[in-house]
């Protein structure tokens, strides 16, 4: 069994190493950061964590994490909408 602490790595590494690759002049095509993150991913799972899987998810939402947030504040917006609504409708 892997330690907690090579889960921490191998997710702050992904995180890192997707910033970076964003951040990259002149721009990289958004297929190759996905395959560089979804291949680094799967090599520190494996190597780090004995679990391909782990690493590969992580790598994932690593590089949809602005479209996660987005979808999460949209969420959030829409939750709130609707208990405005219905403490309205109450009083």
Request: hydrophobic fraction near 55%; charged fraction near 15%; avoid cysteine.
């Amino acid at each position: 069994m892997p330690e907690f602490s090579n889960f921490i790595i191998v997710t702050l590494l992904l995180i890192i190493a997707g910033l970076f690759l964003k951040t990259w002049q002149p721009p990289i095509k958004l297929q190759y950061i996905a395959l560089a993150l979804g291949i680094l991913g799967w090599w520190l799972g494996l190597t780090m964590l004995n679990s391909w899987a782990y690493g590969i998810v992580v790598a994932g939402v690593v590089f949809f994490k602005d479209a996660l947030v987005e979808e999460i504040k949209l969420v959030r917006n829409s939750a709130t909408n609707m208990n405005l609504k219905d403490k309205g409708d109450v009083e």
